[in-house]
């Protein structure tokens, strides 16, 4: 009886520890995923809003500067 009891406390030992791993790996992975798309979200607004300003500033600057030649001669 002892050595059946020692085997079933070691198999759901066992288990239990390879259910602890799984759930921690599957943890981590949610995480990285989760920082990772948060991260190309942020890099991508961080660039849209760069290229928006600079653009918006550019032609700021023409119209301000030179306004002959993007209004025409008249």
Known sequence: GAVVLVVVVVVVVAAA?????????????????????AAI???????????VVVVVLFYHVLFLHYPAQLCGPW
């Open 17 to 37: 520890i390879v259910v602890v791993v799984v759930v921690v790996v599957v943890v981590v992975v949610v995480v990285v995923v989760v920082v990772a798309a």
């Open 41 to 51: 979200v942020v890099v991508v607004v961080v660039v849209v809003v760069v290229v």
